[in-house]
């Protein structure tokens, strides 16, 4: 049975990304502030949930050292902690960089840095980080640049640890939805065509595919889950 973290499980995502994990008979370690959204999980004796402050570094390093003690061996890391923040060139202020840069990119940052360490170790893990559609297309950017900024890092990350698990079994992922089709969006974007966004549950397909055996050839992928948004 593969172990693996979710970060952000509680979203709109998590909570459905988690769902599939379980469904496929892996043992989910779940991060987040709250748990409302997993009552589904809470009596699967292959599911666990901690609040932990994603910001704190030495909190994430714990938490990274304990699971590793208690399991052996964590396979792999989906960061879907983070958040969304508006904004163009003209009033975005340093002060929203930072905010975002923390929500966006530390959140992952923390965790990704040691458990990618004991993946090389084990030759053997997958991280997959959560991108974002203007850093690909930035004429799609000038409303979000602190967002679409702190996105364009994970992008970053991802290749500077493909390059050094280059010849090994570790990858790190890189997945791009379009606008996904949740309840506060569409509160948000009423007119827009939702049959067009992308569903939860096939973000959730594709995370499943990398970290199955069936992604076992896959190296320094960026995959666009956009459907026709």
């Given at each position: 049975?593969?172990?693996?973290?979710?970060?952000?499980?509680?979203?709109?995502?998590?909570?459905?990304?988690?769902?599939?994990?379980?469904?496929?008979?892996?043992?989910?370690?779940?991060?987040?502030?709250?748990?409302?959204?997993?009552?589904?999980?809470?009596?699967?004796?292959?599911?666990?949930?901690?609040q932990?402050?994603?910001?704190?570094?030495?909190?994430?390093?714990?938490?990274?050292?304990?699971?590793?003690?208690?399991?052996?061996?964590?396979?792999?890391?989906?960061?879907?902690?983070?958040?969304?923040?508006m904004?163009?060139?003209?009033?975005?202020?340093?002060?929203?960089?930072?905010?975002?840069?923390?929500?966006?990119?530390?959140?992952?940052?923390?965790?990704?840095?040691?458990?990618?360490?004991?993946?090389?170790?084990?030759?053997?893990?997958r991280?997959?980080?959560?991108?974002?559609?203007?850093?690909?297309?930035?004429?799609?950017?000038?409303?979000?640049?602190?967002?679409?900024?702190?996105?364009?890092?994970?992008f970053?990350?991802?290749?500077?640890?493909?390059?050094?698990?280059?010849?090994?079994?570790?990858?790190?992922?890189?997945?791009?939805p379009?606008?996904?089709?949740t309840?506060?969006?569409?509160?948000?974007?009423?007119?827009?065509?939702?049959?067009?966004?992308v569903?939860?549950?096939?973000?959730?397909?594709?995370?499943?595919?990398?970290?199955?055996?069936?992604?076992?050839?896959?190296?320094?992928?960026?995959?666009?889950?956009?459907?026709?948004?």
């Open positions: 049975m593969k172990t693996i973290i979710i970060t952000g499980a509680n979203g709109n995502l998590g909570a459905v990304t988690v769902k599939k994990f379980i469904e496929n008979d892996y043992r989910v370690i779940a991060v987040a502030r709250s748990g409302s959204e997993l009552g589904f999980a809470k009596d699967n004796k292959n599911f666990e949930l901690h932990l402050d994603l910001a704190d570094e030495s909190a994430s390093l714990l938490f990274i050292k304990e699971a590793i003690s208690l399991y052996g061996s964590i396979e792999a890391g989906l960061f879907l902690a983070g958040g969304f923040g904004g163009n060139i003209e009033n975005t202020t340093g002060d929203d960089l930072k905010k975002m840069f923390t929500l966006n990119f530390q959140t992952a940052y923390h965790i990704s840095r040691m458990l990618f360490q004991h993946m090389l170790q084990n030759d053997y893990g991280l997959i980080f959560i991108g974002a559609k203007p850093v690909i297309q930035p004429e799609h950017a000038k409303n979000s640049v602190a967002y679409t900024l702190s996105k364009s890092l994970l970053n990350l991802a290749n500077i640890l493909n390059a050094e698990a280059k010849g090994k079994n570790v990858t790190a992922s890189v997945v791009v379009s606008t996904i089709d309840a506060p969006n569409r509160e948000s974007m009423p007119n827009a065509d939702w049959s067009k966004w569903k939860s549950e096939q973000v959730a397909d594709v995370l499943e595919f990398i970290c199955s055996d069936k992604g076992l050839s896959l190296r320094e992928p960026v995959y666009k889950v956009y459907n026709d948004a």
